[in-house]
């Protein structure tokens, strides 16, 4: 009888763990942003545009074409290494690792962005320079 309140109890621990694992893995295993080196390579508006990044600013000449743009993009977050660290100390703690992990993630998924400003050339999808501002 003492077995079968053991293996209840086990198999109990076991499932609650298994409820409770998850969230912290996933918030951290979220691919968010764009690297400000992928838009650097960007040589048109629309590439820095197809990445994610959205104009905040716009500057137009005389006769109404885009002469400059500022964009703000969402810093690079969430890495597979740091999901499947919080894999393993979930299955460790048999989920009460989520109790710490979770706000983690919260506090350290907050977006945080920056800006570039774009000039054209004449064409104004044709980028002329580039210049990170934050």
Same mark, same amino acid.
Not at 70 to 77: L, M, R, V, W
Not at 83 to 105: F, K, Q, R, S, Y
Not at 122 to 133: H, K, R, V
């Given at each position: 009888?003492?077995?079968?309140?053991?293996?209840?109890?086990?198999?109990?621990?076991?499932?609650?763990? =298994?409820?409770?694992?998850?969230? #912290?893995?996933?918030? @951290? $295993?979220?691919?968010?942003?764009? *690297? /400000?080196?992928? !838009?650097?390579?960007?040589?048109?508006?629309?590439?820095?545009?197809?990445?994610?990044?959205?104009?905040?600013?716009?500057?137009?000449?005389?006769?109404?074409?885009?002469?400059?743009?500022?964009?703000? =993009?969402?810093?690079?977050?969430? #890495?597979?290494?740091? @999901? $499947?660290?919080?894999?393993?100390? *979930? /299955?460790?703690? !048999?989920?009460?690792?989520?109790?710490?992990?979770?706000?983690?993630?919260?506090?350290?998924?907050?977006?945080?962005?920056?800006?570039?400003?774009?000039?054209?050339?004449?064409?104004?999808?044709?980028?002329?320079?580039?210049?990170?501002?934050?």
């Amino acid at each position: 009888m003492n077995f079968k309140k053991i293996t209840n109890a086990t198999f109990q621990t076991i499932i609650t763990s =298994a409820l409770l694992s998850g969230c #912290s893995v996933f918030m @951290a $295993a979220q691919q968010k942003g764009v *690297d /400000v080196n992928v !838009l650097a390579a960007c040589k048109t508006r629309t590439c820095i545009m197809n990445h994610g990044a959205t104009p905040i600013q716009t500057t137009k000449n005389k006769s109404g074409s885009i002469i400059a743009e500022t964009f703000q =993009a969402e810093i690079p977050s969430g #890495s597979a290494a740091r @999901a $499947a660290m919080h894999g393993v100390l *979930d /299955v460790a703690t !048999l989920g009460i690792w989520e109790v710490a992990g979770t706000p983690i993630e919260a506090i350290k998924g907050e977006k945080q962005n920056y800006s570039i400003k774009v000039t054209y050339a004449s064409d104004e999808n044709i980028i002329n320079s580039m210049q990170l501002l934050n």
